[in-house]
């Protein structure tokens, strides 16, 4: 069996819930390669062979150390080869990912997909970093820096989530970046893969840990009605 481990909800992070509640050490007990962000919203997290790396809002990159290091959301799993099947393709672009996997019927599933090797384009943004009084993740939104790459060797990692789960995550796609010379890095907004290897993983089961123990998040009020909205600005994922 194959598990996906989420601590938190995006939810949570769209009605201002930011502050750490999981640390590094914690998230890599359930797995060793996955995406996330840090407390505040500092930067993105990228979990690849057991080891932490960020990109923060200058475009730089940091293997993270500190495994008390905290995050309010992450997800990971264990990388299983011999549990997933090799991607059919060797060159693809965003904007063809879904279409060029029809035929593995995600819709209704999570999975996990990882491809190294050469891309021709990488465009990504970073979150920026935020203090308390936490803003909305709408407003956070609409002041997040952007980076872009050509010619770049490195992985791309992420999920797919199905509809019916966006809230808790995002539904759709949701990828991060990271170069193997750790320069570059960010969550995906675009690419175009000219040569690379990939793996899908589908999971059977999704496992959502939640922050019991913060009183602020036992305590929010979650906007409903502005969700969706809030995710897709701040997300952007892709069916």
Not at 34 to 50: D, H, R, S
Not at 197 to 211: A, C, K, M, R
């Amino acid at each position: 069996m194959t598990t996906i481990y989420q601590h938190g909800t995006l939810a949570q992070l769209v009605a201002r819930q930011m502050s750490g509640t999981i640390t590094v050490a914690e998230m890599l007990e359930h797995g060793d390669t996955g995406i996330g962000t840090f407390e505040g919203l500092n930067g993105e997290a990228i979990f690849l062979n057991g080891e932490a790396y960020q990109a923060d809002s200058t475009g730089k990159v940091h293997h993270i150390t500190d495994k008390q290091t905290t995050l309010p959301f992450a997800s990971i799993h264990f990388d299983q080869p011999e549990a997933s099947q090799k991607l059919p393709f060797k060159k693809i672009k965003y904007s063809n990912l879904t279409q060029n996997l029809k035929d593995e019927q995600l819709f209704n599933v999570f999975s996990a997909l990882k491809m190294h090797g050469e891309f021709a384009h990488v465009h990504v943004r970073i979150v920026t970093k935020q203090e308390k009084p936490y803003p909305s993740l709408l407003q956070v939104a609409e002041q997040q820096p952007e980076f872009k790459a050509d010619n770049i060797t490195g992985t791309l990692v992420g999920y797919y989530a199905p509809k019916v789960f966006g809230g808790p995550t995002a539904a759709g796609w949701h990828l991060h970046f990271l170069s193997d010379d750790l320069t570059f890095a960010g969550h995906v907004l675009d690419f175009e893969a000219t040569d690379v290897d990939g793996t899908l993983e589908i999971f059977d089961n999704f496992l959502q840990h939640l922050p019991i123990n913060n009183a602020d998040f036992r305590s929010m009020n979650q906007d409903i009605v502005g969700l969706d909205k809030a995710i897709e600005a701040s997300e952007g994922g892709k069916d």
